[in-house]
C-alpha cells in the first residue's frame, strides 16, 4: 500500500474539487488512490523519483483515475455514453515508454 501523504492528499482533493471533505470522502480517496497507483504497477508503470517530469504525469494520471472513480461509484451509469478519455490513454502510453529500465 502506498502512503497518501498530507501533500498529496491535498493536492487530490484540489484536483477533484473537494473543499470540505467527510471522513467517508477522504477514505475513498485514499481507497482510489491505492487502487490507481496498484493500476500503474499493475501496468508495468512505477512511481517515478519525485519533482522530476514524469513524475508530473504520473501524478496526473492518478489523479484523472481517482477523480473518474469518484465519480463513478453509483452501481449504475445513466445518461450520457462513457468512454475513455484519449489523452488518459496517451498519458498511460507515455509514461509505458519512458518506464526506466533496470541496471540503466
Given at each position: 500500500?502506498?502512503?497518501?501523504?498530507?501533500?498529496?492528499?491535498?493536492?487530490?482533493?484540489?484536483?477533484?474539487?473537494?473543499?470540505?471533505?467527510?471522513a467517508?470522502?477522504?477514505?475513498t480517496?485514499?481507497?482510489?488512490?491505492?487502487?490507481?497507483?496498484?493500476?500503474?504497477?499493475?501496468?508495468?508503470?512505477?512511481?517515478?523519483?519525485?519533482?522530476?517530469?514524469?513524475?508530473?504525469?504520473?501524478?496526473?494520471?492518478?489523479?484523472?483515475?481517482?477523480?473518474?472513480?469518484?465519480d463513478?461509484?453509483?452501481?449504475?451509469?445513466?445518461?450520457?455514453?462513457?468512454?475513455?478519455?484519449?489523452?488518459?490513454?496517451?498519458?498511460?502510453?507515455?509514461?509505458?515508454?519512458?518506464?526506466?529500465?533496470?541496471g540503466?
Amino acid at each position: 500500500m502506498t502512503v497518501l501523504t498530507d501533500e498529496r492528499r491535498a493536492g487530490l482533493l484540489a484536483y477533484c474539487r473537494i473543499e470540505e471533505p467527510t471522513a467517508e470522502e477522504l477514505l475513498t480517496l485514499e481507497t482510489l488512490y491505492d487502487a490507481a497507483v496498484g493500476y500503474l504497477e499493475g501496468a508495468g508503470i512505477s512511481q517515478p523519483a519525485p519533482g522530476t517530469p514524469r513524475a508530473a504525469q504520473y501524478d496526473l494520471a492518478v489523479n484523472f483515475m481517482v477523480l473518474r472513480d469518484f465519480d463513478l461509484r453509483d452501481a449504475t451509469i445513466t445518461g450520457t455514453i462513457v468512454a475513455d478519455n484519449p489523452a488518459f490513454r496517451r498519458l498511460i502510453t507515455q509514461l509505458k515508454l519512458t518506464e526506466p529500465r533496470e541496471g540503466a
